[in-house]
């Protein structure tokens, strides 16, 4: 006999024959009851236990394979890929893309990114390419992520920029004159590309183009919107490059993964980020050059080729000299106003002349010039007060170094007649450093450079004067009293 229930009743299924089933109601014994109670809690927990079986299979699918395919995740658990949804990181990967796709060698310069790999930077250097399970430097939240092309390796710029566009990117340009060809006519209009910046969606790259300058090192321009540009395309105002034009040192570059993707860093971040802050360039007044030589004529003479060879030998040479030992230094007096004014050395000056701020001063400076083949001249003043320090050069030729001081409301470099003893004050208005190319060097000159000239030669400056006399002539020159006669061996040494 077989049983079932329905409708909270009992129905009995009796064998009347081997081929013929009867059904028989009644009332339930005792026994029955029972039977169907214990029945429904025997389905109640099969089902529980189907149904929590299915769900913990639902979660263990989701996490394992749903989570992984989509690169999100909740937590930090191998696997999981964190932050690659980002909307910066997806734009840095598609224009790593597209620059790889294009041959482009472009390699990363923006400093929050490069800030962040240098402090750990051999952990960033081991990490191999797709091994990466977190986005720690691209998806830091940021409007623009900066890298740098160095332009003549750039092949297609047409066939990137249509790639680009295909890409979803929507790119600007932008281009001035070339400012070396500033004083030919034939080619001061030639228009060289200075920076492109390509949106994708809220995000943008900043591509710095840098050009190849005679000095041995890279330069870019300065980024001047042109016309009818749009003005709210970016936030340019927050822009790390091209608020003035700017130099750099050549760097030796590395390949790393970053963030799952490969990216060429400069080999020294620390130097590049040094380099950053205060890589101002001004350039030579290529144009105003050209008009002085037209109104005074240029010494073409023998010995006047022959001064010019010296002393950019001469310069040259200090330049390696002070590189070596971490001091800076710039243009000077003479030298300066002949790149100011005529973008060479002044023929008739017969001395290259340098400033360096006496906080730089080292000890070993003497010797590092003697050990060149510089062997020292004189030496006047004491390192606290009027320092200066002249090296006989080829040729005749001689190195001036002025050290300068700063007070509260000025600088100034102290000189010493060394028959009388007296000593003699120059005043400048407070000045910062720059960069410029002169004689195929990345040097040093003061960023304000009209006011620097004129503190020394006047309003006058623009016209030559052959005859100068260095105790009455500067305008900025002032009496400081006299080198007591007991100091004497001290403060004025001849060689």
Known sequence: MCYGTLENKIIFLSKKDDTNWVTLKGQPSEHH?????????????????????????????????????????????????????????????????????????????????????????????????GSTSECKFFCVPRDFTAFALRYHLWKNEEGWFRTAENMGFQCLKVESKDPRLDGIDSLSGTEIPLHYICRLANHAIHLVVFHERSGNYLWHGHLRLKGRVDRKFVPFRKLQFGRYPGAFDRPELQQITVDGLEVLIPKDPVHFLEEIPHSRFIECRYKEARAFFQQY???????????????????????????????????????????????????????????????DYKSDIISAFQDVGLPLKHKF???????????????????????????????????????????????????????????????????????????????????????????????????????????????????
């Open 297 to 359: 004529l240029d010494d073409n003479t023998v010995e006047a080729m022959a001064f010019r060879k010296s002393a950019k030998e001469l310069l040259q040479l200090a330049a390696r000299t002070l590189k070596k030992l971490g001091v800076r230094f710039w243009l000077s007096s003479g030298t300066c106003l002949g790149w100011y004014r005529q973008c060479n050395i002044i023929p008739y000056s017969k001395d290259v002349d340098l400033g360096i701020f006496i906080q």
């Open 33 to 129: 009851r029972l039977m169907s109670r214990i029945n429904k809690n025997v389905i109640l927990a099969l089902l529980t236990l189907t149904s929590s079986a299915f769900l913990l299979f639902q979660l263990y699918y989701y996490k394992h394979y749903i989570s992984a395919k989509n690169g999100a995740g909740v937590s930090k658990s191998k696997g999981n890929r964190i932050g690659f949804d980002s909307t910066q990181w997806r734009a840095v990967k598609k224009f790593v893309m597209l620059t790889s796709s294009q041959n482009v060698p472009v390699f990363l310069i923006d400093p929050l990114i490069l800030e962040l790999i240098n402090k750990d930077l051999e952990q960033v250097k081991n990490i191999s390419h």
């Open 381 to 495: 003043g004491k390192v606290e007060d009027s320092l200066e320090l002249s090296f006989q050069g080829k040729d005749d030729v001689k190195l001036d170094i002025f050290f300068f001081y700063e007070e509260t409301d000025h600088m100034w470099n102290g000189g010493t007649q060394a028959k009388t003893g007296k000593k003699f004050k120059y005043l400048f208005p407070k000045f910062t450093l720059c960069w410029t190319e002169f004689v195929d060097m990345k040097i040093h000159v003061p960023c304000e450079t009209t006011d620097y000239i004129e503190a020394n030669y006047g309003k006058t400056w623009k016209i030559p004067v052959k005859t100068w006399d260095w105790k009455r002539s500067p305008p900025n020159v002032r009496p400081n009293g006299v080198w007591p006669i007991s100091e004497w061996d001290e403060v004025i040494q001849l060689y």
